[in-house]
């Protein structure tokens, strides 16, 4: 079993940067997918950002050129470094983890409990 745990949220200003952070337990990080979700007061879950066991990584067009997603597979963390925010951006913000199936797509069936990201003046 794979254990997310995030932090690093909190209350910012339209315009500014937060940097989120998730630390993933178990010895098998370097063969899992990444993706940071977010969900809104009454909205779905969206997916924010992927990075791949690779490096690869892909970005909802909502947050691109803005948002980066990296990983530290020596400290077994994914990072979300978010940049010029806006308001649109508040939501929880959710680590996940999954294994890159046969046919291409990743499922991610490993969740952390969530950061709650604040952008307000």
């Known amino acids: 079993q794979v254990q997310l745990v995030e932090s690093g949220g909190g209350l910012v200003q339209p315009g500014g940067s937060l940097r989120l952070s998730c630390a993933a337990s178990g010895s098998v990080f370097s063969i899992l997918d990444m993706a940071w979700y977010r969900q809104a007061p009454a909205k779905e879950r969206e997916l924010v950002a992927t990075i791949t066991t690779a490096g690869s990584t892909n970005y909802a067009d909502a947050v691109k050129g803005r948002f980066t997603i990296s990983r530290d597979n020596a400290k077994t963390t994914v990072l979300l470094q978010m940049n010029s925010l806006k308001p649109d951006d508040t939501a929880v913000y959710y680590c996940?983890?999954?294994?890159?199936?046969?046919?291409?797509?990743?499922?991610?069936?490993?969740w952390g409990q969530g950061t709650q990201v604040t952008v307000s003046s």
């Open positions: 996940s983890a999954g294994r890159r199936r046969a046919w291409g797509s990743t499922v991610y069936n490993y």
